[in-house]
């Protein structure tokens, strides 16, 4: 049987319980990346305060995003805090000041990130899914350049 949107309904169920794991992840991330621009200290702090904005405020579109993706596959998205916490594989992080440390933490969860997105990239194939296969494919690649840049600023 399909959908509205011509996509099978087990495959659309399949997506939606992995875009909703990908929603609590990106709560996560979301907040502890505002925890990392208000808690950093140090020489760097005026460009990582301003860098760690960007990507808060990055990572909040993408939210909405991804919760009106699984509005749209015919699923409710998550909204409480305490779906994300239990949900999330990223864990809420607190008192983080350390600029390397702050970076580190992003770019692990960038990998976590990436990695969801790529095991739903196979799904959305599979399913005949072009509108989520094109939004993994999109955050993959400025994510995987987000990595790249993050990595290089941490080198020594
Ligand atoms: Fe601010």
Do not use: C
Not at 146 to 153: E, I, R
């Amino acid at each position: 049987m399909k959908n509205s949107i011509g996509i099978e309904t087990h495959h659309a169920d399949t997506l939606v319980i992995k875009l909703n794991d990908l929603l609590a992840n990106y709560m996560v991330f979301y907040q502890n990346a505002r925890g990392f621009h208000w808690n950093i200290k140090g020489e760097k702090f005026f460009e990582l305060h301003l860098k760690f904005e960007e990507l808060y405020n990055n990572l909040l579109l993408k939210v909405d995003e991804v919760a009106e993706r699984i509005l749209t596959l015919g699923g409710v998205p998550l909204h409480t805090f305490s779906d994300y916490t239990s949900v999330s594989s990223l864990r809420a992080l607190s008192n983080i000041t350390d600029a390397r440390e702050s970076v580190q933490a992003l770019l692990d969860a960038f990998q976590v990130l990436i990695l969801k997105q790529r095991e739903l990239l196979d799904i959305s194939s599979e399913a005949g899914d072009e509108g989520t296969n094109a939004l993994m494919s999109d955050y993959i690649r400025e994510q995987e350049k987000q990595v790249w840049m993050y990595s290089a600023y941490i080198k020594t």
